[in-house]
Nanobody, 114 residues
Framework: VQLQASGGGSVQAGGSLRLSCVVPGSIFGNGDMAWYRQAPGKQREMVAGITGVANINYADSVKGRFTISRDNARNTLNLQMNLLRLEDTAVYYC?????????WGQGTQVTVSS
């Protein structure tokens, strides 16, 4: 089972990016999904999560700027990132946690410059 993340890139501060993660149908909707990120020299942290019953939570640092969503028709987990800051620079990973195990995408680089 592979999660395919895309949409990363380079953007100036204040700009926007949209990340997408295609989740295999065998696990989509069967657990909680989230976006994590890891900046150089830092621990991986959760950015935004959406549970199986669509409860949503965000890290304080991204509240009001990032929006997590799921597209049930396309089995896709999305992250709309607006008003990007230098400190948002990181590798972003999609994550699915089912009852049996946790799955990770391969990571997509987001670089925010001044």
């Amino acid at each position: 089972v592979q999660l395919q993340a895309s949409g990363g890139g380079s953007v100036q501060a204040g700009g926007s990016l949209r990340l997408s993660c295609v989740v295999p149908g065998s696990i989509f909707g069967n657990g909680d999904m989230a976006w994590y990120r890891q900046a150089p020299g830092k621990q991986r942290e959760m950015v935004a999560g959406i549970t199986g019953v669509a409860n949503i939570n965000y890290a304080d640092s991204v509240k009001g700027r990032f929006t997590i969503s799921r597209d049930n028709a396309r089995n896709t987990l999305n992250l709309q990132m607006n008003l990007l800051r230098l400190e948002d620079t990181a590798v972003y990973y999609c994550n699915v946690r089912t009852f049996l195990r946790t799955y990770w995408g391969q990571g997509t680089q987001v670089t925010v410059s001044s």
